[in-house]
């Protein structure tokens, strides 16, 4: 008996260390297989399932092991309920248990009930337990358990509109969550810390830390917090303009939270799609995002964002309706309850009701004055034009307004030269030359336009001559000279002034992109897929070879071309190899299909294919692989 409570000891040991780390399904993996059989390992399964993102899978196993009598079980059952939304449930559960606990369940008991009334609108009832909770960790926790309540109240500081204490709350949290170990808190902090960099307009500090965050999480194989840290990206590629990112990190973060069914991420991710296809005219689907997506047509969120969508279809009657309605919830939180103001206040324009306008407007302005977060409200202001510009014409109102612009680097808000804005180009050269801003495809007429940048993009800090020598190396100085002059006043042209940066001496200048340009190039990303080992992101990268119509002579074009088509094809072939050695012979096919498709003149991979394809391929199928390995011989 004594040495099976020791080794049911050690295992509890073993699988704590896991969860601690962050590696839930190597919990789950384990705890499926042999099967749980005391009330901590039920409690156990169940948390990794609720730490990973799997709620539904996470219930039965935390009942389970409540009934079994683990209090543990019933904190995290409460925390369970509150992620899903059901706010009322979560309440009175912990209201049931809470009198029981002591120690640390008691204090993390408190901590998940304050989150769960403010999540349901109780704001000031909310913080004020969860700073209860704080202060409890405070005179009797360790670091660790101080740094994870730390970074829940820094949260609630911002939905407060206080990110002075939020900031410094995140930074205090991510100073006592070890790098090494606690992911999940660590990340939850880093994700915290990057959101309010965002929101006070420190967008280049943002990314160094969603960078630390990206970092973090590659040692955990939770999806809830990779979907929050998706939140915050996706926030500052709205708020910077970049459109195409913007949505591509809302559409990645879809397949997240139709997974995880997590409610504050549902109705984040359902109201920001929604809002985003509606700018983009498609309001069908807006309306239907927010029909399929949103866990709740009542939440004020969702209803605040049906009054955008209204507003914008011209419906100004319900969407002074909806907005209104919005207003009055608790629950909608400031930054809601200034964007809602904003848009009514336009709404309410358009019905002819300027007194009422003038007012609500009024109300929003005062909020914006003092709010520390208005970068947020950038983009509205900006939709909002017609608005703007009648109460920059009211003297009442004018001299705030100006204040407010001007923090915001608004276009005319002040005589002295505007701030210029991020340039996110996106640069295609797999297959295509294209560029892309914005999501908008920009035409150039000089194919030397899109490889000079590329080559920037790679090799920063260059003279003319060094990129003579690169790319047009058997051109005379004068030709080459000539044709640089040109694609550089192009790209200027096309993509504004700040793409390209001079620093050094004036005869001698050496060209890297500006600092505010940020290239996300197609060659970077096939590089980063193969050290990865991701065949799949490579092959979908890898549209053809590096510029194939370039019609100019460039060594380093060439070079580069065949580079990547050999390390692309290494890949290939070793997949191959492997998928033959281990008798999967249907997966070695499509390889060497992917093979052909990226060198079609490979007689060694022709010749394979005609053999794999003997074994499992249909004979119509087999035939046509012998005609073209015949075409190639002959």
Same mark, same amino acid.
């Given at each position: 008996m004594a040495q099976e409570m020791t080794l049911g000891m050690e295992r509890i040991t073993e699988l704590r260390a896991h969860f601690d780390a962050g590696q839930y399904e190597a919990v789950i993996a384990r705890l499926s297989g042999d099967g749980p059989t005391t009330p901590e390992e039920w409690c156990l399964l169940g948390m990794a399932y609720l730490w990973s993102g799997r709620f539904p899978e996470a219930e039965l196993p935390l009942l389970r092991a409540s009934e079994l009598g683990d209090p543990e079980a019933r904190v995290e059952y409460g925390n369970l309920l509150r992620v899903q939304g059901r706010f009322n449930e979560a309440i009175r559960h912990f209201e049931a248990i809470t009198p029981s606990l002591s120690g640390e369940l008691a204090l993390r008991a408190l901590r998940w009930w304050g989150t769960a009334e403010f999540q349901a609108g109780r704001v000031a009832q909310g913080l004020e337990r969860c700073e209860r909770a704080w202060r409890g960790y405070l005179a009797a926790g360790t670091d660790e358990q101080i740094g994870r309540v730390t970074q829940t109240v820094a949260q609630m500081h911002v939905k407060v509109g206080d990110l002075r204490r939020a900031r410094h709350l995140y930074r205090e949290a991510l100073r006592l969550l070890p790098v090494g170990r606690t992911p999940i808190a660590r990340l939850s902090a880093l994700t915290g810390l990057a959101n309010v960099q965002v929101l006070t307009g420190d967008f280049a500090g943002a990314r160094a830390t969603l960078a630390q965050g990206w970092e973090a999480l590659e040692h955990t194989d939770a999806l809830t917090p990779r979907a929050y840290l998706l939140t915050v990206e996706a926030e500052l590629h709205h708020l910077t303009g970049d459109r195409a990112a913007h949505l591509r990190t809302l559409q990645d973060l879809r397949l997240i939270v139709e997974t995880t069914h997590d409610f504050e991420l549902l109705t984040w991710t359902a109201t920001r799609l929604a809002d985003l296809s509606s700018h983009q005219g498609d309001h069908a689907r807006a309306l239907e995002t927010l029909h399929d997506l949103a866990p709740d047509p009542a939440h004020p969120a969702v209803t605040l964002t049906r009054g955008l969508l209204l507003r914008r279809r011209g419906n100004h009657a319900q969407a002074a309706e909806s907005l209104s309605r919005a207003l009055e919830s608790p629950g909608l939180g400031e930054q809601g309850r200034v964007r809602a103001l904003l848009h009514l206040a336009d709404t309410q324009a358009s019905l002819g009701d300027e007194g009422a306008s003038l007012g609500t407007f009024c109300q929003a302005l005062t909020a914006l004055v003092n709010a520390r977060d208005r970068m947020l409200y950038r983009p509205d202001?900006?939709?909002?034009?017609? $608005?703007?510009?009648?109460?920059?014409?009211?003297?009442?109102?004018?001299?705030?307004?100006?204040?407010v612009l001007e923090k915001l680097a608004f276009p005319g808000a002040s005589g002295g030269e505007a701030v210029p804005a991020p340039l996110y180009l996106r640069v295609y050269?797999?297959?295509?030359?294209?560029?892309?801003?914005g999501g908008e495809r920009i035409p150039f007429s000089l194919e030397g336009s899109v490889l000079t940048l590329a080559y920037l993009a790679l090799h920063p800090g260059q003279t003319r001559r060094d990129l003579e020598a690169a790319i047009y190396p058997d051109r005379d100085p004068k030709t080459a000279g000539d044709y640089f002059r040109a694609v550089?006043?192009? $790209?200027?042209?096309?993509l504004g002034p700040e793409v390209l940066q001079m620093e050094g001496s004036a005869k001698q200048p050496r060209y890297r992109l500006g600092p505010e340009v940020h290239v996300e190039l197609d060659v970077t990303e096939l590089r980063s897929a193969l050290e990865a080992g991701d065949l799949g992101r490579a092959l979908a990268l890898y549209r053809g070879p590096f510029l194939p119509g370039l019609r100019m002579e460039s060594e380093w074009a060439d070079d580069l071309r065949e580079e990547?088509?050999?390390?692309?094809?290494?890949?290939?072939?070793?997949?191959?190899s492997r998928a033959r050695e281990e008798g999967d012979l249907r997966r070695a096919l499509l390889l060497a299909n992917e093979l052909l498709r990226i060198d079609p003149y490979d007689v060694a991979v022709l010749e394979a294919r005609v053999e794999i394809a003997r074994q499992v391929a249909a004979p119509q199928e087999l035939a046509r692989y012998v005609v073209e390995l015949h075409r190639m011989r002959s």
């Open positions: 202001l900006q939709e909002l034009a017609s $608005l703007v510009q009648r109460a920059r014409l009211d003297p009442d109102l004018a001299p705030d307004l100006q204040l050269t797999l297959g295509r030359a294209e560029v892309e801003r550089f006043r192009e $790209l200027r042209v096309r990547l088509r050999v390390l692309l094809t290494l890949e290939l072939k070793g997949r191959l």
